[in-house]
Nanobody, 112 residues
Framework: QVQLVESGGGLVQAGGSLRLSCVAS????????MAWYRQAPGKQRELVAN?????GRFTISMDNARNTVYLQMNNLRPEDTAVYYC???????????????WGQGTQVTVSS
């Protein structure tokens, strides 16, 4: 019913840029929160916005009219290589509780 679909991942050379998009689709009332997480092999999933290493390089923006969150990634480094996941906490119906959803993830690979 509710889907989060990420796009924009791929292979990029160090120093390059990528822009990830995540759109929430389906039947829901309203979005409380959307965010980006990432998980590298053998590491815990982390909130991108809280990662010290991305500060000054990554920018998160939201297009509320399109239920879309973006992650602009500049000056990419090999250590940014990870699966990037979209997260949303939203109301499915008016007056009901919020529910948490995850996208399928999109692979970002940064070569040195």
């Amino acid at each position: 019913q509710v889907q989060l679909v990420e796009s924009g991942g791929g292979l990029v050379q160090a120093g390059g840029s990528l822009r990830l998009s995540c759109v929430a689709s389906g039947s829901f009332f309203s979005i409380l929160t959307m965010a980006w997480y990432r998980q590298a092999p053998g590491k815990q999933r982390e909130l991108v916005a809280n990662a010290d290493s991305v500060k000054g390089r990554f920018t998160i923006s939201m297009d509320n009219a399109r239920n879309t969150v973006y992650l602009q990634m500049n000056n990419l480094r090999p250590e940014d290589t990870a699966v990037y996941y979209c997260y949303a906490n939203l109301w499915v119906v008016r007056g009901g509780p919020t529910f948490q959803y995850w996208g399928q993830g999109t692979q970002v690979t940064v070569s040195s």
